[in-house]
């Protein structure tokens, strides 16, 4: 079966900190996909960024950037120099196999104070 | 233009009263979905489309049930509305293939409150 799994609930941090976002996938599928989604006080849902199974690359886009190790599951995101703006539940997703539909975790919600 | 578009934004009924919620999308994508954001705003798939074909229906009560008119459009019809539907409820669409599959596409949200 798949699973995501974010293991921090809520994190609080000071603007201009660094802040890393936790993510464990379980799949059987060779290839899959998985996505950082970002969702803001305002309710709908941002597409960050997506990455499949081939590519073990990290990406950086401005502040944000990512880590994706096949061997132990994981695809963090780091927010480096935080801004109040960051402030929002972020969800990490997974989908592979034929069924084409995400599989989520359960968000962790990140909270900047200035 | 909005890439994919779900009326109403926000929806305040009685129980048991039936209420739809539309959703279109133009990004030419042959796959859609509807989601729901419980409470505790934990995502779970409700259904899938492709192309007009449901290919995902999860455990959900019959008292839904979605409608694909075209490829473009996805509707969701609620029957005999319960307190426990109150949830907000998403519509996406991707492009779903054997190669690839793109990212999912959100619509703004309904936030469904029954009363």
């Known amino acids: 079966a798949q699973k995501v799994t974010q293991a921090q609930t809520e994190i609080s941090v000071v603007e201009k900190e660094d802040v890393t976002l936790d993510c464990v996938y379980e799949t059987r599928d060779t290839t899959y996909y998985l996505f950082w989604y970002k969702q803001p006080p305002s309710g709908e849902l941002v597409f960050l960024i997506r990455r499949n199974s081939f590519d073990e690359q990290n990406e950086i886009s401005g502040r944000y950037s990512w880590n994706f190790q096949k061997s132990t599951s994981s695809f963090n995101f780091t927010i480096t120099a935080s801004q109040v703006v960051d402030s929002a539940v972020y969800f990490c997703?997974?989908?592979?196999?034929?069924?084409?539909?995400?599989?989520f975790g359960k968000g962790t919600k990140l909270s900047v104070k200035p | 233009d909005t890439a994919v578009s779900q009326t109403p934004k926000y929806l305040v009924t009685q129980m048991g009263n039936d209420k739809s919620i539309k959703c279109e999308q133009n990004?030419?994508?042959?796959?859609m979905y509807w989601y729901k954001q419980d409470s505790k705003k934990f995502l779970k798939i409700m259904f899938s489309?492709?192309?007009?074909?449901?290919?995902i229906n999860e455990t959900v009560p019959n008292r839904f049930s979605p409608k694909s008119p075209d490829k473009a459009h996805l509707n969701l019809h609620i029957n005999s509305l319960e307190l426990g539907d109150s949830a907000v409820y998403f519509c996406?669409?991707?492009?779903?293939?054997?190669?690839?599959?793109?990212?999912?596409?959100f619509g703004q949200g309904t936030r469904l409150t029954v009363v």
């Open positions: 489309y492709n192309n007009k074909e449901l290919i």
């Open positions: 990004l030419g994508h042959d796959t």
């Open positions: 996406a669409s991707s492009q779903r293939g054997v190669q690839v599959n793109t990212e999912a596409f």
């Open positions: 997703a997974l989908t592979g196999g034929s069924q084409g539909n995400l599989i």
